[in-house]
């Protein structure tokens, strides 16, 4: 293994530039090498992120008080996220102290608003992603990986690979390849899933230690660039749309608003402009 390899992904990974984290295969980590920089940076640096939110109040008080939600990884709905049900023995990071709070890259397609939006009665936000990072300096900002084969994942099939070419290689020490597994290992635990839910195009803000329980990330409102209603909302939800509307009028008034509401003709969703 070459060693400008390796400096060049455990560099990475400590930083918000996170270049090479986007396969635990290392022959795949030398192809991505010779991709496009303008293409490595947008996949792994979005420009703009989406945040879904459902109708529930704790959610208009995150807009309120500008902040977002580090979840535990045992409230996900995959249960093999952040693996979970698996041997502290193989994954040192302890997931009791993580906060992960989950976006996406993709604001229009219709599972993401049955699933997250409580079948468009939710919202979702668009983010500046490097407005938000520029706020939250020491969180990890994380591209999901989705792996095909679920035993592999379960198995630490592609963490044993990178075991076995650091005990090959002679370019570092015992203490560096230490750091490079450990590095690793938090990686390999927050950021990869399963194939079946690489619709969601998902990215991450990880805390890998929370203090004093708290779970808030931060944002500035200037990094919210849009926000999109779901058509139900205001119909079956009229108080939580008042006070959504409310709170938009008072602290976001840069926003751009949107109604979502699906095609039945042409099979897409529609963003319909409404003002302030």
Sequence with gaps: MEKDKIKLLTT?????????VTSFDFKDIS?????????????LNPKYIYKYFNNEKHNLESLAKNYFYLSHPKDF?????????????????????????CFSQIRNISPMWGNYANNYKGFCLKIDTEKLKN????????????????????????????????KKSNDFSDK???????????FYRTSIKYKNWSYEKEYRFISPSIINNERNLKFNINC???IYIGYKMKLEKPEFYRKLTNILKGKYKHVKIFIVKPDTVDLKL??????Q
């Design 12 to 20: 990475k990974l400590y930083t918000e530039k996170y270049e090479l």
């Design 31 to 43: 192809h991505i090498r010779h991709k496009k920089n303008r293409d490595i940076k947008e996949e």
């Design 77 to 101: 709905n995959d249960p093999f996220d952040c693996l979970n049900n698996l041997p502290y023995s193989k994954l040192s990071s302890d997931v009791n102290s993580m906060g992960v709070c």
């Design 135 to 166: 706020k939250n300096r020491n969180i990890f900002f994380s591209k999901v990986i989705y792996e095909k084969n679920i035993q592999n994942l379960i198995n630490f099939e592609s963490l044993n690979k990178i075991k076995d070419e650091l």
């Design 176 to 186: 560096d390849k230490r750091h490079i597994l450990e590095v690793v290992k938090f």
């Design 224 to 226: 919210i660039e849009e």
């Design 270 to 275: 529609n963003f319909l402009p409404i003002k």
